[in-house]
Nanobody, 128 residues
């Protein structure tokens, strides 16, 4: 059983930056790909893929809306994953969820159902 705790959310003006962190514990975290999804206000039934990083950090994947602005990384020794968010836009406002999933689902990386563990979510608000 893997537990995930996300942090680092907050409020920022458009064009600013934030860095999210996710601390993992339990299970063999190094065997899992990790990533981030987000849920925008008014879209309670929809969680959008943001980014994913492979279990060894060699491969990364990004949603189209964040490519070129967001960067995902991980520190296996610390069992942490990070999401550096630059040039933030108001449409990035959402609750961001840290996730962990089996590495062999890399081909379906944007599918929320491929992730077994979810953190509690951290709020990011971007003001125009």
């Amino acid at each position: 059983q893997v537990q995930l705790v996300g942090s680092g959310g907050g409020s920022v003006r458009a064009g600013g930056s934030l860095r999210l962190s996710c601390a993992a514990s339990g299970g063999t975290v190094s065997n899992y790909a990790m990533g981030w999804f987000r849920q925008a206000p008014g879209k309670e039934q929809e969680r959008d893929f943001v980014a994913r990083i492979s279990e060894k950090g060699a491969r990364t994947y990004y949603g189209d809306a964040v490519k070129g602005r967001f960067s995902i990384s991980r520190d296996s020794a610390k069992k942490e994953v990070y999401l550096q968010m630059n040039n933030l836009k108001p449409e990035d406002t959402a609750v961001y969820y840290c996730v962990a999933g089996r590495s062999y689902y890399y081909y379906d990386y944007a599918n929320a159902q491929r992730y077994d563990y979810w953190g509690q979510g951290t709020q990011v608000t971007v003001d125009s």
